[in-house]
């Protein structure tokens, strides 16, 4: 049975109960407020939100608005003055967090329909509320984790950018912005590459990144280099990708570059550099190749005849430098028909320094040709010229020398030592080393002015073969460290008494490289070998 004129408020309210059944399933509530009064109606929903019944719930549209919380009340505020406003929006739309009755904050949709007169003036508002709490929640950890994704790429020190399907900027970071010299990275947004770059660059850039869009394929590790609009000159290392959506689509391209400007200006002034340097090592090293060609003139290339109605004197060297310059050398002086002065020297170092001092006792040399007769007196010569020179030049330097000379009308072999390894006679009493103890030497050549060097004076009729040579063959080492010595250099020269000199020489040379550990020399390698040959033999 049906009411004939029915109370209008229980109509409305018979209404707002349609409606929140309605809404039950969407976990909605329904509240109506007739504006000026200060009762609402809230549906169970929403006083479950609010965690309160009737009697306690707070009308929230009521200033001063204490169940709102304080950050939401401007924005609360704004909406419902709208809302009351005549004239003003249908309807009532904010979210906002309100104080519950157990003391805590819970984020409501608050929607609201407004009824208005013909005037347009405001006069009930009703609506749903529904809790977004969760929502709220997750959208808050996703704002935050955005902020934090933004935070790193914006200082991360690389220029990282989306651009759409016609190459425009979508997004960039800050780091991208202050590379173009540009204050935000919104200034970026819509523009291209042609906006700031020659085509040089603009359009191989446009072109790769077409192709990506086209294949799909990234390209990574590119070297770009890149000239602005207004000169500067700038390289990067690129990588670029397809962009696309979350079902595969292309919507464009996304790209990484860093700044490896000063890496590449580094590069190239390495390279210049480093022509330069090859430029003038090559001219080095014609320089080295002359001295070497003038160093090698200066010695002999030939031996002097030495004999006599008795017997001849026969030479053989050989001469291995571990470098274009040498420190090694010998010289053969004839003083007559039947006497010669035999040097062999070895200076201290190798390359350049050590030939200047080679250079240098050969000029010495040459000035003590007048003692050649006399060993002591000629080593006594060089050294006294050699320690003038290094004194004034403050260097520290020294050369080892030994000196004999061969008489064959005296039949004697006298011979001084400056430090130098004594020589291996091959003779009448066998295979010895003269030259070993110390009153038979004296110091370096060039360590000591006025220094002496006693001279020893041997019969030929006791001597053979005499065999010389620099400390290079004697500081061969093998695997474990052990030097060649002497004692193996007398043993190949008396293994090799029947054979000539040139044999001989060959052999040691060959005996030295088999012992040494990587098959080479160490040091410059000089021999020296002579026979002295009755003529009736």
């Known amino acids: 049975m049906t009411e004939e004129n029915p109370n209008p408020q229980n109509r409305d309210r018979v209404k707002l109960e349609r409606f929140e059944l309605a809404l039950k399933a969407s976990h909605e509530g329904i509240w109506d407020w007739r504006i000026g009064e200060r009762e609402i109606y809230y549906s169970r929903r929403i006083l479950e939100f609010m965690e309160c019944g009737h009697q306690r719930a707070p009308n929230v549209f009521l200033p001063p608005h204490d169940s709102i919380h304080p950050d939401d009340l401007h924005s609360f505020n704004l909406a419902l003055s709208q809302a009351l406003q005549d004239g003003g929006p249908e309807v009532l739309s904010v979210d906002?967090?309100?104080?519950?009755?157990?003391?805590?904050?819970?984020?409501l949709r608050i929607r609201g329909t407004v009824v208005r007169s013909r005037e347009g003036r405001a006069y009930r508002i009703a609506g749903s509320m529904i809790d977004i709490s969760?929502?709220?929640e997750a959208e808050s950890q996703v704002e935050e984790e955005r902020f934090l994704l933004r935070q790193l790429i914006d200082h991360i020190p690389v220029q990282v950018y989306f651009k759409d399907l016609e190459s425009n900027f979508v997004m960039a970071n800050q780091r991208m912005a202050e590379w173009l010299d540009l204050s935000s990275s919104s200034d970026l947004i819509g523009k291209h590459d042609h906006d700031f770059f020659d085509e040089d660059h603009w359009?191989?850039?446009?072109?790769?990144?077409?192709?990506?869009?086209?294949t799909g394929q990234p390209i990574t590790g590119l070297l770009e280099h890149e000239t602005r609009r207004e000169g500067k000159e700038t390289w990067v290392v690129t990588s670029k990708f397809p962009w696309r959506d979350r079902k595969g689509r292309i919507k464009g391209t996304f790209g990484v570059s860093s700044d490896v400007t000063s890496l590449v200006t580094a590069q190239r002034e390495a390279t210049s550099l480093a022509e330069q340097l090859q430029a003038k090592n090559e001219a080095y090293e014609e320089e080295v190749h002359l001295a070497r060609e003038v160093q090698q003139a200066l010695s002999s290339s030939?031996?002097?005849?030495?004999?006599?109605?008795?017997?001849r004197v026969h030479f053989s060297t050989r001469y291995v430098p571990i470098s274009g310059l040498a420190g090694d050398f010998f010289e053969v002086i004839q003083i007559r028909d039947d006497c010669v002065g035999i040097l062999i020297c070895d200076v201290m170092g190798h390359g350049v320094r050590a030939a200047l001092i080679v250079a240098m006792l050969r000029g010495l040399l040459e000035k003590q040709r007048s003692q050649a007769a006399d060993p002591g007196a000629f080593l006594h010569g060089l050294n006294d010229g050699l320690a003038s020179i290094l004194e004034r030049a403050g260097a520290t330097l020294f050369a080892t020398a030994f000196y004999g000379l061969v008489d064959l009308s005296a039949g004697t072999l006298s011979y001084a030592c400056a430090g130098h390894p004594g020589p291996i006679i091959d003779g009448a009493d066998g295979i010895r080393q003269i030259a070993v103890e110390r009153h038979q030497k004296g110091p370096g050549l060039g360590l000591i002015q006025g220094s002496s060097y006693p001279t020893t004076t041997l019969p030929l009729s006791d001597i053979r073969r005499v065999v010389l040579f620099t400390d290079g063959v004697l500081e061969a080492e093998n695997h474990q460290g052990e030097p060649f010595f002497e004692k193996r250099l007398m043993e190949i020269v008396a293994r090799n008494s029947s054979q000539s000199i040139e044999s001989l020489l060959d052999g040691i040379l060959s005996s030295v490289l088999d012992y040494s550990q990587d098959q080479h020399f160490d040091d410059d390698v000089c021999l020296m070998a002579i026979d002295v040959i009755p003529r009736n033999s």
């Open 96 to 107: 906002a967090r309100v104080k519950t009755g157990g003391d805590v904050w819970r984020w």
């Open 203 to 214: 359009k191989p850039a446009a072109k790769d990144e077409q192709r990506i869009m086209d």
């Open 134 to 136: 969760r929502r709220k």
């Open 302 to 311: 030939g031996f002097p005849d030495i004999s006599n109605t008795d017997s």
